[in-house]
């Protein structure tokens, strides 16, 4: 079973549509969450980290929930620059990063 | 945010030879970099974990022989993959962590 898993879509939706990704993880010593945005043939970059609390940055919501141990991520009015690959990725203190094998989202106009 | 360089961003070598990959921290100073790979449609693997002064840390099923780090200052490490073979051939990426986890551009190594 691999450590941090997502459902590798892809997720088609059209412009202004609200998309939610879910991913799961097995290690609860897991401490640390987030979210990156891949794009073809590129390096991840930072979309959000998660926190237990929730946190939102603009049209981005990601939620926490360590009792099932999953991380969601929320996209609402969704553009056509959205489309790529979305990437969650887990902390367990070793400073690297486990991450999942990314969700594709294509937005269509 | 932070910025980690990679160079080259892309190479094509033939089998049997050796590919050095270098990524530096361009305003940070970073005891520790870590180097991953990614396949095609896979997601990134952990491949090992540079220390600044002292041997890298594999993941197991990672040959140590055959990728072979250096970390000889707080701004540079080098990954260079000796005797390369076509199943080499992915997608290297190093990063760093400073507030957050940064990654470089990423290396495209195309072994024929």
């Known amino acids: 079973r691999k450590e941090v898993e997502q459902d590798p879509g892809p997720f088609n939706v059209p412009e202004g549509a609200t998309v939610a990704f879910n991913c799961t993880y097995s290690?609860?010593?897991?401490?640390?969450f987030f979210w990156y945005r891949q794009d073809c043939r590129k390096e991840p970059k930072l979309l959000m980290s998660?926190?237990?609390s929730g946190n939102e940055d603009g049209r981005f919501t990601a939620q926490l929930n360590r009792a099932s141990q999953y991380i969601s991520l929320l996209i609402r009015d969704s553009k056509l620059s959205d489309s790529a690959t979305y990437l969650c990725a887990t902390d367990t203190g070793r400073r690297a990063l486990t991450f999942g094998s990314g969700t594709r989202l294509q937005v269509q106009p | 945010g932070a910025v980690v360089s990679q160079h080259p961003s892309w190479v094509i070598c033939k089998s049997g030879t050796s590919v050095k990959i270098e990524c530096r921290s361009l305003d940070f100073q970073a005891t520790t970099m870590f180097w991953y790979r990614q396949f095609p449609k896979q997601s990134l693997m952990l491949m090992a974990t540079?220390?600044?002064?002292?041997?890298?840390?594999?993941e197991q099923g990672v040959e140590k022989d055959k990728f072979l780090i250096n970390h000889a200052s707080l701004t540079l490490s080098t990954l260079t993959v000796t005797s390369a073979h076509p199943e080499d051939s992915s997608f290297y990426i190093c990063s760093a962590r400073e507030t957050g986890q940064y990654f470089g551009p990423g290396t495209r190594l195309t072994v024929t």
């Open positions: 290690n609860s010593a897991s401490q640390s």
């Open positions: 540079s220390n600044e002064g002292s041997k890298a840390t594999y």
């Open positions: 998660v926190y237990s």
